[in-house]
């Protein structure tokens, strides 16, 4: 069975950071594009980070420069490392994969979801 299974999330005050993983089994993700997403309550699930085969990583505009993605291929686990962390950041983060080569930001593009990890940024 595939799955992917997040965990690092929690509470933290503005301005501090968190790691969050994603460890996937069922399946060698290596050749797989990564992402991780990002839900806060009443909004869409928006795109935050992905990492794609060849090593290439994206950042969403509101991320840039605070977040970074890495991918361990032993532990067939991704990482997304928050630094610098705003309320804004509050939401539910949910990893993904797609077979779909290249540069993917749709949610839609993304079969295999887990079921996310609660990030609250507050004082």
């Known amino acids: 069975q595939v799955q992917l299974v997040e965990s690092g999330g929690g509470l933290v005050q503005p301005g501090g950071s968190l790691r969050l993983s994603c460890e996937g089994t069922g399946r060698d993700f290596s050749a797989y594009t990564m992402g991780w997403f990002r839900q806060a309550p009443g909004k869409e699930r928006e795109f935050v980070s992905s990492?794609?085969?060849?090593?290439?990583?994206y950042y969403a505009d509101s991320v840039n420069g605070r977040f970074t993605i890495s991918r361990d291929n032993v532990k067939n686990t991704i990482y997304l490392q928050m630094n610098s962390l705003k309320p804004e950041d509050t939401a539910v983060y949910y990893c993904a994969s797609t077979a779909v080569a290249g540069f993917r930001s749709s949610a839609s593009d993304y079969p295999t979801w887990g079921r996310g990890t609660q990030v609250t940024v507050s004082s």
């Open positions: 990492f794609i085969w060849s090593g290439l990583t």
